[in-house]
T-cell receptor, first 115, second 114 residues
Framework: DAGVIQSPRHEVTEMGQEVTLRCKPI?????LFWYRQTMMRGLELLIY????????DSGMPEDRFSAKMPNASFSTLKIQPSEPRDSAVYFC?????????????FGPGTRLTVL | GNSVTQMEGPVTLSEEAFLTINCTYT??????LFWYVQYPGEGLQLLLK?????DKGSNKGFEATYRKETTSFHLEKGSVQVSDSAVYFC?????????????FGAGTQVVVTP
């Protein structure tokens, strides 16, 4: 398997623009997670899906952030409008189940810079 | 709620030195414990895990033992290589708190010099 695929790997945009990050989980994995990593706050879970349904979005910072999973092989994280404080590395991860013992597999991340 | 505390970095070592990264946790229930590693420019990947007390996880020469009595999961490697330079994250997952979501420590950067 190719692992978790994310695109783009790097994104530079201007404040106020819409940004869409994309993720393809590992085939057969029922759980998908979006994380944000910054120096100040470390790794934060933004939202997770089970069988394409959003289960917990309590980590989404504000209404400017939205995430969708229209099918089992694709998810998006959208920021509209973007702000400089959204600059971070965004990771997508997937796991076979939601069991506490299960391993999460991370994608390579999207480095977002908002000018 | 649950939390994970790990030693601050950076930790700088010479090749073949012994590495220890301390990790302690607080948990409501009976968590599973993990070490993830992040190499430069990459995503996190699982290094090892342990799911019950006294379990020892091991991989690539790294080891960590689940110590319930001291609520610790310290990572060790007997002889590090330059290729071990990375950021190491201790994490836990506990069904009794927050549906078992993975909670990470702040990460410890390790730099191994030739």
């Amino acid at each position: 398997d190719a692992g978790v695929i994310q695109s783009p790997r790097h994104e530079v945009t201007e404040m106020g623009q819409e940004v869409t990050l994309r993720c393809k989980p590992i085939s057969g994995h029922d759980y998908l997670f979006w994380y944000r990593q910054t120096m100040m706050r470390g790794l934060e879970l933004l939202i997770y899906f089970n069988n394409n349904v959003p289960i917990d979005d309590s980590g989404m910072p504000e209404d400017r952030f939205s995430a969708k999973m229209p099918n089992a092989s694709f998810s998006t994280l959208k920021i509209q409008p973007s702000e400089p404080r959204d600059s971070a590395v965004y990771f997508c991860a997937s796991s076979l189940s939601g069991e506490p013992t299960d391993t999460q597999y991370f994608g390579p991340g999207t480095r977002l810079t908002v000018l | 709620g649950n939390s994970v505390t790990q030693m601050e970095g950076p930790v700088t070592l010479s090749e073949e030195a012994f590495l220890t990264i301390n990790c302690t946790y607080t948990a409501t229930g009976y968590p599973s414990l993990f070490w993830y590693v992040q190499y430069p420019g990459e995503g996190l990947q699982l290094l090892l895990k342990a799911t019950k007390a006294d379990d020892k996880g091991s991989n690539k020469g790294f080891e960590a033992t689940y110590r319930k009595e001291t609520t610790s999961f310290h990572l060790e490697k007997g002889s590090v290589q330059v290729s071990d330079s990375a950021v190491y994250f201790c994490a836990l997952s506990d069904l009794a708190d927050s549906w078992g979501k993975l909670q990470f420590g702040a990460g410890t950067q390790v730099v191994v010099t030739p």
